[in-house]
């Protein structure tokens, strides 16, 4: 009689385990990768229905902020061209599905990133401000969500072509003055001179700089060092 009670407790058991593993691969097999994706992406990225309601509520908390979605085998690419992705009104946030998915489901790994996308988030009005009262001709900026809990931060500049003007300018004024002894010859170097001029812009042709930081402070000091830099470019030139 013991016994029977027993092989019938170890059956109910048995019979409760597999309907709780079974409901588990259930809500898996549910979840996996079948919530839609909204917003920007690059690649076809994928996230299970979790993942996608915590990307939602993600941009929402950071309405400031321009979440571009990367799909794994994109990640390369957009870290390669992440400065073609600058947004010169939103500060540009590139992040990948598998960071998504961890974050959706591991709260420390979410603490951990939401903490790196917030500080960029309350440095955006300062880097802004700054950028203005740097004299800097901004085309956009934006971070790079990194493995390791780290992140890339990235602002894209005009070049600042003013002192290379004035160098190719002087430097063609120059040849002028050694052309004085033949006609000919002063024709033939001014044509010379105009080819060179073209090729040099042609190399220049994209007109921008983009400058890399680990973080926004550091964005910011790379970016007066640049600033700084092309004034000192520009007195040299005119001295």
């Known amino acids: 009689m013991i016994s029977s009670y027993t092989g019938v407790v170890e059956n109910a058991a048995s019979t409760s385990a597999a309907a709780v593993e079974a409901k588990k691969k259930t809500e ?7 919530g ?3 917003g920007k992406t690059i690649g076809s990225p994928k996230l299970s229905k979790k993942a996608a309601d915590y990307y939602e509520s993600l941009k929402k908390k950071y309405s400031n902020m321009d979440f571009i979605l990367v799909s794994e085998d994109k990640k390369e690419q957009a870290k390669a061209q992440a400065s073609s992705y600058a947004n010169a ?12 998915e961890r974050m959706a489901e591991d709260e420390n790994y979410r603490k951990q990133y939401e903490a790196i996308i917030a500080n960029a988030a309350s440095g955006i009005s300062r880097l802004k401000s700054s950028l203005e009262s740097s ?20 602002a894209v500049l005009e070049e600042k072509k003013a002192a290379e003007k004035k160098a190719e300018k002087k ?3 120059k040849k002028a003055e050694k052309k004085h002894q033949k006609e000919k010859l002063e024709e033939a170097r001014s044509e010379k001179t105009e080819k060179t001029d073209v090729s040099d ?3 220049t042709d994209s007109g921008t700089v983009t400058i890399t930081a680990s973080s926004v402070e550091e964005l910011l000091q790379k970016i007066q ?6 004034k000192s470019d520009t007195v040299l030139t005119e001295a």
């Open 89 to 100: 009104s939103k500060m540009v946030v590139l992040i990948d599905e598998d960071k998504v």
């Open 36 to 38: 839609s994706v909204s």
């Open 28 to 34: 898996q097999t549910q979840n996996e990768k079948s």
């Open 201 to 203: 812009k042609t190399d």
């Open 171 to 173: 430097a063609a004024e």
């Open 135 to 154: 004299g800097a001709n901004v085309k956009g900026f934006g971070m790079q969500v990194n493995d390791g809990g780290t992140a890339t931060y990235f």
């Open 225 to 230: 060092d640049y600033m700084q830099l092309a």
